[in-house]
């Protein structure tokens, strides 16, 4: 049984940095998409990065292209999410997220198998 444990959330003012991370323990070897998602008060989930661990190829939501990168280290079984130039907006409850293979549309939750427990991100004005 894959779990995942995500951490690295808090407050921050706009323009600041944050890194998040998610441990995937149990079965490592059966993900093969792994994804961040955040879900805001009131809002629906939102797909914000995924990262396919075979080949790295990356897919990013427009609304954090160029800000937020995703990256793994095979060796500690741990996926990043590096984000930068943090706006108001991207104050959410952020979940990663694993799949047993490829999700037809890398932002649709209803793609993958296994989910954090959530840590909150909230970026101050």
């Not at 779990?3 to 959330?9: E, Q």
């Not at 805001?40 to 995924?50: D, S």
């Not at 280290?73 to 108001?88: E, G, I, R």
Request: net charge positive.
């Amino acid at each position: 049984q894959v779990h995942l444990v995500d951490s690295g959330g808090g407050s921050v003012q706009a323009g600041g940095s944050l890194r998040l991370s998610c441990a995937v323990t149990g079965g490592v070897y059966i993900v093969n998409t792994m994804a961040w998602f955040r879900q805001a008060p009131g809002k629906e989930r939102e797909g914000v990065a995924t990262i396919y661990t075979g080949g790295r190829k990356t897919y990013y939501a427009d609304s954090v292209k160029g800000r937020f990168t995703i990256s793994q280290d095979t060796a500690k079984n741990t996926v990043y999410l590096h984000m930068n130039s943090l706006k108001p907006e991207d104050t959410a409850v952020y979940y990663c997220a694993a799949a047993r293979w490829y999700p037809n549309s890398p932002s649709d939750g209803s793609g993958y198998n296994y989910w954090g427990q959530g840590t909150q991100v909230t970026v101050s004005s």
